[in-house]
């Protein structure tokens, strides 16, 4: 892949730890919307039955791809990192049945022939992706009332639309830039209601009382409407 941001999330997956063997609650695989371990909701915000077929944009090192499959899901994941995708392999190898995919977000959504009951990005392809672009494919690859959410750093005050990303690489080397898309919450859900979706809700869930770092989290919900066939 001669992809220059696959080379930037390469760099970014050196910095990352792989996922905790257990949770809080002695869980060996969980769902995580946040940055922040043992807080907020878990994959009960796709309400998905067994057998239902989900995809994550963005899947990184595979922790919320294997909680699903232990869920009795169908889950794709994919990442532009060929390093995150090995971390996902190496650590659950015994997982049957996920897929995983080293390819860009628009590319496999317009070469799929899949339709998903849900789609997701947890600090993803949603956010470094033209939602313009994004939003439109995966709306067409949602069944009617299949949700699409997304979580990611709310936006900086005055900072909206397209904007850089620098990831630190070696001593001697410039940074590895990528484009990022903030909006405040009520331009997610105009934006998502304006390509279609409805049920639309974006809120900030708070950082965890007893972390000193102040910082929420931006989740976005929203559903294929069932009036579409």
Same mark, same amino acid.
């Given at each position: 892949m001669t992809d220059a941001r696959s080379s930037a999330w390469d760099t970014y997956s050196q910095t990352k730890p792989q996922r905790r063997l257990t949770?809080?609650? !002695?869980? *060996? *695989?969980?769902?995580?919307? @946040?940055?922040? #371990?043992?807080h907020g909701p878990g994959a009960e915000v796709l309400?998905?039955?067994p057998g239902a077929a989900v995809l994550d944009l963005g899947c990184g090192s595979g922790g919320n791809l294997a909680h699903l499959a232990t869920l009795k899901m169908k889950p794709v994941g994919i990442d532009l990192s060929a390093k995150q995708l090995g971390k996902a392999r190496d650590r659950w190898p015994g997982i049957n049945g @996920? +897929?995983?995919?080293? @390819?860009? #977000?628009?590319?496999? /959504?317009?070469? *799929?022939? *899949? =339709?998903?009951?849900? =789609?997701?990005?947890?600090f993803g392809a949603a956010w470094f992706t033209d939602p !313009?672009? /994004?939003l439109p494919l995966i709306h067409s690859s949602l069944?009617?009332?299949? %949700?699409?959410?997304?979580? +990611?750093?709310?936006?900086v005050e005055g900072c909206y639309g397209c904007q850089a990303s620098y990831i630190p690489r070696g001593f001697?080397?410039?940074?590895?830039i990528v484009k990022r898309w903030d909006f405040e919450p009520d331009i997610w859900c105009s934006l998502l209601r304006?390509?279609?979706? #409805?049920? %639309?809700t974006a809120i900030v869930l708070p950082a965890p009382e007893h972390d000193k770092?102040?910082?929420? @989290?931006?989740? %976005?919900?929203?559903?294929?409407?069932?009036?579409?066939?």
């Open positions: 949770n809080a609650k !002695g869980e *060996t *695989t969980w769902f995580n919307w @946040t940055q922040y #371990a043992d309400e998905l039955k @996920t +897929q995983l995919h080293q @390819t860009d #977000a628009l590319a496999y /959504l317009r070469d *799929t022939s *899949t =339709i998903f009951d849900a =789609i997701y990005s947890v !313009g672009l /994004l069944q009617p009332g299949g %949700v699409f959410a997304f979580s +990611q750093r709310p936006p001697d080397e410039d940074p590895a304006e390509h279609g979706f #409805a049920e %639309v770092r102040t910082t929420g @989290t931006l989740l %976005v919900r929203a559903l294929r409407s069932n009036a579409e066939r």
